[in-house]
């Protein structure tokens, strides 16, 4: 399976985004899909994962409340919804997928990862 995440940009504090991460050559329901953060210099932080299947969701402890992942079957894409972006969440975003459908955990093996997308927050 390919993932393609999309959907970054240049935004101002406080502002919101929907991150994309779209599927081809598989269901992307079958399958865990992860979002990370990677940050100048550091490695990918975990952000949150949902389940393929059910939809029970994880988030990194400071991400809930601003962050939330969702999926839509139909159009075989997950998302992150990113509300009141602060500057520390400037940086590349990607998306993986894990073929263990029900292992959300942070530290989860990923079977594939998307080309990333980044995010700019500042005004």
């Known amino acids: 399976v390919q993932l393609q995440a999309f959907g970054g940009g240049s935004v101002q504090p406080g502002d919101s985004l929907r991150l994309s991460c779209t599927a081809s050559?598989?269901?992307?329901?079958?399958?865990?899909t992860a979002w990370f953060l990677q940050i100048p210099g550091q490695g990918r932080q975990f952000l949150a994962a949902?389940?393929?299947?059910?939809?029970?969701?994880n988030y990194r402890a400071n991400a809930k409340g601003r962050f939330t992942i969702s999926r839509d079957n139909a159009k075989n894409t997950v998302y992150l919804q990113i509300d009141n972006l602060k500057p520390e969440d400037t940086g590349v975003y990607f998306c993986a997928a894990r073929f263990r459908r029900l292992d959300i955990s942070p530290g989860g093996a990923n079977d594939y990862w998307g080309q990333g997308t980044q995010v700019t927050v500042s005004s």
């Open positions: 949902i389940s393929g299947g059910d939809t029970l969701t």
């Open positions: 050559g598989g269901t992307i329901s079958t399958y865990t």
